[in-house]
């Protein structure tokens, strides 16, 4: 018995703008995709590159990482300086050859909760249509 | 036995059979310009042409990580798992310092406590050594009393006739064994290329007197004289992962929620936090302190323990030293330093 | 200096004078400023609104042409110019428009070359103490009033050629010959030329504001750089007289003209029988021709 | 096949004791009964101790080799896997494996002597698997003095053990902690020991080291202080013993961690004499 | 000893309809470190509260994790009700697995799966939090106002009021600022000064303010409650304790200069006040004027002065200030004129700007009211306002509004024509913005009893044609051009941020925008408060405003200062970084991403007290917990507790499946 | 080269430092890095095209940050990094006395017979060095204008590959690594005491050398990088597993110089790219 596949999908969110979208969108009963596993920081900017390295590593078919809108951030910056580091990140990832359609940004608003149902909605189809993330699970597969 | 000869298509063929069965086959593999001895497949070429692998051969029977545990977690508890047994090695395109090394190794990982990861390895290994037909100015194995052509930790030797062609010449019986099973691949004795050239012991210089460096090294453990051969060094473990002697090693769990692995990884006394006690106390602070850990490791320390020098002259170590280090330097040094009575 | 001279429909038609005083310039400077090869019209007139990408393009090829000769483009005409550089700019600057232009133009083009006004040239590159040092027939006595039109200063982000406002590099290049340029209010108001078919009467009062401008300020005569105010100014003036009831009797020189005079040129190389108020009165009454 | 010696035996915590804040003790079961049956150690070994999922860490048996059924570790949380068995409660399962280690020769050379134990804060638990042995064969041996010192009254591990060695009469108990160490935000309100650092308490001790043992285990800078007064006080280098903690990995004398010298202190150690400490370089 | 108490909450049916809460909780229970799992209908009622609380004693509980609605709803009620049984409140993390799980689900097998993982991700993270103590920060109960104009002063007021010391600073030889200027106030037609200077005398008189005039901050360090000001006192050359203001001095005075209060109408004197109603009134030399410092001649003040005040050696002086709280007040400027070269500003002297029609229309001003126009002194006929000179001109200009441009222009077209009464007045407008109260009815008033003309459209150019000006623009609603003929030209100018505010908001540590107006910590939410905790923001200093929005924002910046003040510590909570210096490298990275300068460096010095290395030093006063430090750091040698590396790995490998 | 041996006399005699770095023959075609301590030690001095190493790398150990000042033999290329240290609070201008020299350009491939020229010298924009206190050597060719944009010929070849190509040609070269951390030694820009991958609460990196932690360390280290790597190329060259590793540098090179117009070590008064930002930064990434 084959059991039907399921992209797991981790978000990490800020908790003033998108986790917040996300209670928004709970309040407002909008459906979306279980597949999501919420991890809230305090604001983009401690969301390290890192976090969506490892997650994809231990087993994330699909990362998501939102936060503020650009002049939204509730600390001001955090979300520009995160967006650097993404931006230099996703640089690296390509050229590596590591499939970046898996790692979603997004900016969602705590007023964005149908922008965030329908962003895991989406995300979730289209990992779904792309299977497994095979290439980062078999890392570590140990050879020998 | 007479005298049998194998060439280099013959022996491709040989290694490749047996890379296709249950038998791990290491051999010298071209990459980026340069030669490694790794763990081949099938159809995996082989390169003939090479003079020193920059990597040694201890990777075959002491990996760069090894699972020496596996375990699940649950509600109930724990459930260790064991470990597979360890596969048939052939490895070939070692020389005979490499060969050598095994026989160095081998002593630490049955010390007491029986290594199994290691020795079993070891013991189901066939070790084809390739003779020398080259040598640069980092060779040093005359010093250390080894040699081009020696045969210590080999079980079948190979010298070069020609080019294209060697001569085989089984050290043990297992070796013996292993011509008799794949004689098919080798022929009869031929005649040599006479205008083919190998060298000799008397090639390669003895640059130090290595009865010599122990007992400086018990005498001048504080001698100004590390921090000035070693200042360059900067810590990273190049020589001591390049190095077939060098055995040390740490381990390291990873795990999820519901299992892990325990696994044994190469480490080494040069890297900066190898000594970092979790008090942040680190034994060992310094670049130079490292450094010399490491010579007086290989030359004193452990020929104490198992009156044998942990090295074999095979100059990896120099060789793949991006700060300039030399260890035939450093080590000409301190036999003359010895010579002379300096510190 | 490496420049090709673009002269564009309107100096090579209905301003000949224009044309011909500046190629009398050039042969009396003896610059190296030959035609580009294969010009197009610029896309001015009545295509910018209809097609955006027609009127960008033609400009475009212009820009080719002149960079395959390895030349930087000298114009004349700044309707020609405004065009010219907002092609430039479309071409050079990441985007659809470049992508579709380029796809339109079907050729390779970098645009990374200078688009000079020959104003600009003569200031920039020649320098007024070169100039002046060749005013063999100085202008004395004469009043000029200074008219650069909206065009050459407007977008100044475009153009980039002087302080929309109050441009002085005209006057500069008018004070080298001698002639006195006057300080007045309309300098770069618009002449109305955008109106002179459909809506003349329009056209007619802000041509005759800034006549009478130009009149209350004392000039004798005015300059200009812009071939459709120069019709404007010029040959409409009898029919503003007309309708104004006033005489002003202006003659409308390209700046050109007057730098040309200044060196002693010809009358005949510069075209000035072709103006429509007639120079002469003026230029015998201050001795300056005979 | 041969045998994995880097498998550990796995094991109950039956109990878990907050020494301090940072310092605990758990008291381990063999999961298996059989192993236990088969189990023996002597005084001075050390195990490695796995947090499944974190690693392995080194400390000493610190229960006595007299008492059976059971281990005891003393550890301070520093790292990962220390961390980690910080959480451990009981009926969790941890894993061990040793023991290592060379051991305190007590049958050959302490038996008929005078025994005085000298430690400082967290190690004591190598020396209290010695004290206990000691103690439970309490007629072989002369007088037993044990100086323990601490930075306060917070730091002192074994404190209902301490109690019970100052009240047993055959047992001279001095301890100490540094000065300040007694202020009441340590947990202390009425110190009855002696203030003062280790090196000078022992020196105002008025033991009579002659012909005894010493078995000295502490911080580096307290060994280096304290040996001379040891010397001092008259013992014998060769008689003076200590316990080294180096990092170590394997336990087994093959991953080079813990060598200093010739010595590969997870086998020539940890227990160690002066004697032997004069030899090695000044590496741990 | 992890001892974690998981609490699963049914919210009613909100949860349990969608999740198998009596699954999820037995799923969980089997978690190791799990002690306590349990369901409850509600968790957030007093029983569910007490289920916690006796659990936590009970089972010695170390961490507990509350499933149920998001943590916004009840963190905080969980973590007090944590706290009253003796866990620190940190050690207590929600699982959202209403708003985030059962909300959003249909169906139940997924959303309980999701609430397990939800739940079990909070486990394992609370098995590495780490108990954080609120930061308790103490502070100096006094308050520094910058800036002296009606914004300040109502602000220093209004904190006397609550009985805390408050420094007026002032960089003019006055307070009073722009309001001073001003004729009439709209939309009352009050007259400025009559309601300005009462206030300037009260704040003068107020024991508790201190007023520095003439003076600006140098230096501004430590943080929220504690912070020290340097302040540079410039050189007045008078002793202002002596000093009468008897006005000897500048009556005497040869020197005539420019004023810069009558905005370049009139003249003071080098040694001068700038208004006869100044506070202090107090005059002061002006060195780049006076003779005796360009030309060291005169000297006839300090000769005149019956009580010899005056000393030219005066140098600055620095003044070391400790407040607790800062408000910035600091006002606004016209934009430079010479930007407008269509309109003939400097060319054309009758175009002035509309501080100047001010100041000549003002009883007080330079004719003393009597509306003169500066190029013949002639009585201006017909005079054309132009509005939104610089504003809402994106392409050249500032793109905001100026926002009150348009109703000083009416009550100036009303003053104008309580002076000029069959006079002309015509006002070029984009729209007309008069939202405020009164504010339309106002309007009203000038266009329909006073006869302004307001004409909807922009003025291409102004230019001289003989002795008048002549205005040439768009009526876009006739769709017309038109010319008109005027005596005099108003420029109704941007507002823009003074000189030198960017150089001081740098020194205070607050951001400003890309016109230098400051910026509140949340535009809606927290608009008098900058994003540097203690420090205050109000008036115009943040954009442009009205006379009643500055003095109410005045007011709240005030009560934001007396609320803080009104403590002896302040308390904040917990989340903020931490560095270990042992690995730490002084590399920087982290203090040039601290949004809030939370971090410095420190000195690491030996026992000789030789400097050996230098690391990132925490302020937890300034830190917010925002983590964008983290990770910044290349070696984590910083991290952010309650938020740490080791718990958010924790949480993402709570989902990992590796071998 | 006397110059550099009279100069090295000079600063050591005359006490200005306490300790020259420079670079001493070892072989034929190799250099290695020398420590002077006194004048006489001097004579081994050497300046040519073997010169690959970037001394730079020395002036965060320890014992030379406790000298009272030291001098360095620096090509243009590495002064880079020495301002690069200086920005990041490791080093001073003062503390450093920077012998600068003229270099027409280094070789690079493995000894014995380093023969290619190195890449970074293709495309060096500082043949002449610049903010030295003493330059020395022959007028080098000129350099390539600073404000020029470089791209790399290998790594516009590896964008050309499609995204599989890309991780099969990584897994395969990043395979080999043996985590000797030779790049990181080598590395004058990795000064931390304590490296991301010896942390292990959390283990964000494994340890062993298989693929998963090969992946993580490499990308961890080339991301660290970003926007502070100065393309002196160390990392690659003392790599024995001969990983292309600047591969990955140079792209973040060139996408930080394309998308914050930032090329690190060449202003002293520079913020790390990704300590800073603009509020217009390229985001067409994010939805």
């Not at chain 2, 060094?233 to 999820?256: G, K, L, N």
């Not at chain 5, 340097?230 to 020197?255: D, Q, S």
């Not at chain 5, 006073?450 to 623009?473: H, T």
Request: with cysteine; hydrophobic share 35%; charged share 25%.
């Amino acid at each position: 018995m084959e059991e039907k596949w399921e992209p797991t999908i981790i978000a990490f969110v800020c908790n003033w703008c998108t986790y917040a979208g996300a209670d928004l969108a709970g309040t407002s009963r909008f459906k979306y995709a279980p597949n999501v596993r919420i991890i809230k920081t305090p604001c983009t900017g401690r969301i390290d590159p890192m976090f969506i390295l490892s997650a994809l590593e231990r087993g994330a078919d699909g990362v998501i990482v939102s936060g503020c809108h650009p002049n939204d951030c509730h600390y001001n910056e955090g979300n520009f300086n995160a967006r650097r580091k993404y931006i230099m990140f996703r640089a690296l990832l390509t050229q590596l050859g590591v499939d970046l359609d898996r790692v979603t940004f997004a900016w969602c608003s705590a007023s964005e909760g149908i922008k965030f149902a329908g962003l895991v909605t989406e995300v979730t189809d289209r990992i779904r249509k792309m299977g497994p993330y095979t290439e980062f699970k078999q890392l570590n597969q140990d050879a020998r | 036995m007479a005298e049998l000869i194998i060439n280099r298509d013959k022996l491709t063929q040989l290694l490749h059979e047996i890379a296709g069965g249950e038998t791990e086959v290491f051999a010298p593999v071209l990459k980026e310009e340069a030669t490694y001895i790794t763990k081949i497949s099938q159809d995996t070429p082989i390169h003939y042409d090479f003079f020193i692998s920059v990597n040694s051969v201890k990777e075959a029977i002491f990996p760069r990580y090894e699972p020496i545990l596996k375990y699940k977690i649950d509600q109930e508890g724990v459930k260790l798992e064991d470990i597979p047994p360890m596969k048939p090695i052939v490895l070939f395109g070692g020389h005979p310092c490499d060969a050598a090394s095994l026989m160095v190794m081998e002593k630490l990982f049955g010390w007491d406590y029986n290594d199994h990861f290691y020795q079993d390895r070891r013991n189901k290994t066939i070790v084809i050594t390739l003779a020398c037909n080259e040598f640069d100015k980092d060779c040093f194995c005359t010093s250390l009393g080894y040699s081009p052509h020696g045969e210590v930790g080999s079980d079948i030797v190979l010298e070069s006739i020609s080019k294209e062609a060697w001569k085989a010449k089984a050290v043990t019986d297992r070796g013996k064994e292993f011509i008799e099973k794949h004689n098919t691949y080798f022929a009869a004795s031929d005649k040599p290329d006479a205008s083919f050239k190998t060298i000799g012991d008397k090639d390669i210089p003895v640059g130090f007197d290595k009865d010599a460096v122990k007992p400086w090294i018990k005498e001048n453990f504080e001698s100004e004289e590390w921090q000035k051969l070693t200042s360059k060094c900067w810590s990273c473990a190049a020589c001591t992962y390049v190095c077939p002697t060098c055995h040390c090693f740490d381990i390291t769990d990873d795990a999820s929620m519901w299992s892990g692995l325990r696994t044994k990884n190469w480490d080494a006394c040069t890297m900066p936090i190898f000594t970092l006690h979790a008090s942040q106390h680190n034994p060992r602070e310094a670049y130079y302190q490292r450094y010399r850990q490491r010579i007086a490791h290989k030359y004193s320390y452990y020929v104490d323990l198992f009156k044998v020098i942990s090295c074999t002259g095979c100059g990896r170590c120099s060789r793949v030293c991006g700060a300039g280090m030399n260890i035939l330097e450093i080590l000409t040094r301190i036999s003359s330093l010895a010579k002379k009575g300096g510190k | 200096m490496n420049y090709a001279y673009y002269p564009g429909c309107s100096l090579e038609s209905t301003s000949p004078d224009f044309n011909i005083s500046t190629e009398a310039l050039i042969e009396f400077l003896s610059l190296d400023i030959p035609e580009v090869d294969d010009w197009v019209c610029c896309g001015a007139s009545s295509l910018h609104p209809e097609d955006k990408l027609a009127s960008l393009a033609l400009p475009a090829l212009t820009i080719e042409s002149a960079e395959k000769q390895k030349r930087d483009i000298m114009v004349q005409c700044p309707a020609c110019y405004a065009h010219l550089r907002e092609s430039q700019e479309a071409l050079t600057h990441e985007g659809t428009m470049q992508d579709n232009l380029k796809e339109a133009i079907g050729r390779e083009i970098s645009a990374k070359l200078k688009i000079k006004h020959f104003s600009e040239i003569l200031m920039q590159e020649i320098g007024l103490e070169a100039l002046q040092a060749k005013v063999t027939k100085p202008l004395k006595d004469i009043k000029i009033a200074n008219y650069y039109g909206c065009v050459i200063v407007r977008p100044q982000e475009l153009m980039q050629y002087d302080d929309p406002e109050d441009p002085q590099l005209m006057d500069k290049l008018v004070n080298i010959t001698g002639a006195e340029s006057v300080s007045w209010p309309f300098k770069t108001k618009c002449c109305g030329a955008g109106n002179s078919i459909s809506k003349t009467e329009v056209t007619l009062d802000m041509t005759y504001q800034i006549l009478s401008m130009a009149k209350k300020n004392g000039a004798d005569a005015i300059s200009v750089l812009c071939p459709l105010c120069h019709i404007n100014l010029d040959f409409r003036q009898p029919q503003i007289e007309r309708r104004y009831k006033e005489k002003f009797n202006l003659p409308v020189f390209y700046y050109t003209q007057l730098l040309g005079l200044a060196f002693g040129l010809d009358p005949k190389k510069l075209a000035l029988d072709r103006l429509f108020v007639s120079p002469f009165p003026l230029l015998k009454s201050k001795g300056i021709l005979s | 096949m041969s045998e994995n010696i880097y498998k550990p035996y796995l094991m109950k915590v039956a109990e878990v004791r907050d020494e301090t804040p940072d310092i605990k003790t758990l008291k381990l079961e063999f999961q298996n009964p059989a192993e236990g049956e088969t189990f023996s150690f002597k005084a001075g070994q050390f195990g490695l101790y796995s947090a499944f999922g974190a690693g392995e860490s080194t400390f000493c048996i610190a229960s006595a080799p007299t008492r059976k059924g059971y281990i005891e570790c003393t550890f301070r949380v520093a790292g990962r896997v220390t961390s980690q068995l910080r959480d451990v409660n009981p009926g969790d399962t941890i894993g061990f494996r040793g023991p290592y280690g060379n051991t305190f020769p007590i049958e050959e050379k302490f038996f008929g002597k005078s025994i005085t134990f000298v430690a400082g804060g967290i190690a004591l638990p190598p020396v209290r698997c010695v004290i206990w042995n000691v103690l439970d064969l309490r007629d072989k041996f002369k007088d037993i003095n044990i100086v323990y010192g601490a930075k306060t009254y917070q730091d002192l591990v074994y404190k209902d053990e301490l109690q019970q060695w100052q009240d047993a009469k055959d047992i001279n108990l001095i301890k100490t902690l540094d000065p300040g160490g007694d202020k009441a935000e340590y947990g202390c309100n009425n110190w009855d020991g002696k203030m003062g650092f280790v090196p000078t308490v022992l020196k105002e001790s008025g033991i009579n080291g002659k012909g005894g043992i010493a078995v000295l285990c502490g911080p580096p800078i307290m060994i280096k202080l304290s040996l001379p007064v040891l010397v001092e006080l008259g013992f014998a280098k060769e008689d003076i013993y200590t316990t080294l903690e180096n990092k170590m990995k394997c336990g087994l004398g093959k991953c080079g961690r813990c060598n200093v010298g010739s010595f590969y202190v997870c086998k020539h150690g940890p227990v160690l004499t002066a004697a032997d400490l004069a030899t090695m370089p000044d590496e741990f | 000893m992890a001892k974690i108490g998981v609490f699963v909450c049914w919210c009613g049916s909100n949860i349990a309809e969608t999740v198998d809460v009596k699954r999820a909780a037995e799923t969980i229970a089997k978690i190791p470190g799990v002690v306590y799992s349990v369901d409850y209908k509600y968790m957030c009622s007093d029983p569910g509260q007490d289920m916690v609380k006796n659990a936590i004693k009970e089972y010695n509980l170390t961490g507990v994790v509350v499933a149920s609605c998001s943590p916004r709803m009840h963190e905080k009620t969980f973590r007090k009700a944590a706290s009253e049984a003796g866990l620190n409140p940190y050690m207590l993390e929600m699982a959202n697995i209403r708003e985030h799980c059962s909300w959003v689900h249909d169906n139940k097998e997924e959303a309980t799966q999701k609430a397990i993982d939800l739940i079990r991700m909070m486990v394992e993270k609370v098995k590495r939090n780490k108990p954080l103590q609120n930061i308790k920060i103490p502070v100096t109960k006094k308050a520094l106002v910058i800036g002296g104009g009606v914004t300040g002063i109502q602000a220093a007021l209004d904190i006397a009021a609550g009985g805390i010391p408050v420094i007026l600073l002032e960089r003019e030889p006055s307070i009073g600022g722009h309001m001073s200027m001003l004729d009439e106030t709209f939309p009352t037609l009050d007259c400025s000064q009559c309601i300005l200077t009462p206030k300037m005398v009260e704040v003068a008189q107020n024991p508790l303010v201190t007023i520095m005039t003439y003076s600006e901050l140098e230096k501004l360090e430590g943080f929220i409650g504690n912070f020290k000001a340097t302040i540079k006192k410039k050189a007045r050359h008078v002793n202002v304790e002596e000093c009468t203001g008897c006005g000897t001095c500048w009556t005497k005075c040869p020197t005539k200069v420019t004023s810069e209060f009558e905005q370049g109408l009139g003249i003071r004197k080098a040694i001068y006040i700038p208004f006869p109603q100044a506070i202090p009134s107090r005059p002061v030399i002006d060195e780049a004027n006076c003779m005796k410092f360009t030309q060291n001649r005169c000297g006839i003040c300090a000769k005149i002065c019956p009580k010899q005040c005056i000393s030219y050696d005066d140098k600055e002086e620095f003044i070391e200030i400790e407040v607790g709280s800062i408000v910035v007040a600091t006002g606004y400027d016209l934009m430079p004129t010479s930007a407008f070269g269509e309109y003939g500003y400097g060319k054309y002297p009758d175009v002035v700007t509309s501080l100047q029609f001010e100041r000549m229309v003002c009883a007080s001003g330079p004719t003393l009211g009597d509306l003169q126009r500066p190029s013949d002194k002639k009585k201006p006929k017909t005079v054309v306002f132009i509005q939104c000179v610089g504003s809402r001109d994106p392409e050249h200009h500032k793109a905001y509004c100026s926002k009150i441009c348009c109703m000083y222009t009416a009550k100036q077209t009303m003053l104008y024509r309580h002076k000029v009464h069959d006079g002309n007045a015509y006002v070029f407008y984009i729209d007309i913005r008069s939202n405020g109260k009164n504010y339309e009815e106002f309007l009203r008033r000038a266009q329909e009893e006073n006869k302004a003309q307001y004409i909807r459209g922009r003025v291409s150019m102004v230019y001289q044609d003989g002795p008048d000006l002549v205005v040439e623009g768009a009526d876009t609603l006739t769709n017309s051009q038109v010319r008109i003929r005027a005596d005099l030209v108003v420029l109704a100018t941007a507002m823009v941020s003074p000189i030198g505010v960017k150089e001081l908001a740098q020194k205070l540590g607050i951001g400003y925008d890309q016109h230098g107006f400051l910026t509140e910590a949340h535009p809606k939410l927290r608009p008098v408060e900058s994003a540097t905790a203690g420090i205050f923001l109000a008036g115009c200093a943040i954009s442009p405003r009205d006379i009643p929005d500055s003095v109410s924002e005045a007011s709240g910046a005030a009560a934001k200062v007396l609320g803080m003040l009104s403590k002896d510590e302040l308390e904040k909570e917990g989340v903020v970084a931490i560095v270990r210096e042992c690995s730490c490298t002084g590399c920087q990275n982290c203090i040039r991403v601290c949004p809030f300068t939370a971090i410095a460096l420190k000195d690491i010095r030996d026992k000789a007290g030789n400097l050996i290395r230098q690391v990132a030093n925490v302020n937890p006063g300034l830190c917010t917990g925002c983590g964008t430090c983290t990770p910044t750091c290349p070696s984590r040698s910083i991290d952010l507790q309650g938020f740490t590396d080791e718990e958010i790995f924790a949480e993402i490998n709570a989902m990992a499946e590796l071998h | 080269m006397k110059e550099i041996i009279e100069k090295a006399k000079e600063l050591l005699s005359q006490g200005t430092v306490d300790l020259v770095i420079g670079y001493e023959q070892c072989g034929d075609k190799q250099c290695r890095p020398l420590f002077v301590q006194k004048p006489e030690e001097a004579d081994k001095l050497v300046f040519n095209e073997f010169c690959v190493h970037n001394l730079a790398t020395y002036l965060t150990r320890p014992e030379v940050k406790q000298t009272k000042r030291v001098a360095i033999v620096a090509k243009g290329c590495d002064i880079r990094a020495i301002v690069n240290l200086i920005i990041e609070n490791q080093s001073t201008r003062e503390h450093v006395y920077i012998i600068g020299m003229n270099c027409p350009g280094v070789v690079s491939g493995k000894a014995p017979n380093p023969t290619k020229p190195h890449t970074k010298c293709q495309t060096c924009k500082v043949r002449t060095p610049q903010m030295s206190d003493v330059t020395l050597g022959p007028t080098p060719p000129e350099s390539i204008p600073m404000d020029k944009t470089i791209t790399h010929p290998d790594v516009e070849e590896l964008k050309k590959k499609t995204r599989e190509e890309k991780w099969a040609f990584w897994r395969e070269q990043l395979s080999k690594c043996i985590r000797c951390y030779a790049c990181r030694q080598a590395c004058p820009m990795c000064y931390c005491n304590r490296c991301i991958v010896d942390l292990n609460t959390p283990q964000w990196i494994d340890t062993r050398s298989n693929l998963r932690g090969n992946l993580d360390w490499n990308i961890v280290r080339a991301y660290h990088l970003s926007g502070r790597c100065i393309d002196c190329g160390e990392c690659e060259r003392v790599c024995p597993a001969n990983i292309p590793l600047m591969l990955l540098n140079r792209t973040l090179q060139e996408e930080v110089k394309e998308k914050f117009d930032f090329e690190s070590g060449y202003d002293l008064e520079a913020c790390p790219p990704l300590t800073v930002f603009e509020k217009d930064d390229h985001e067409n990434f994010i939805r």
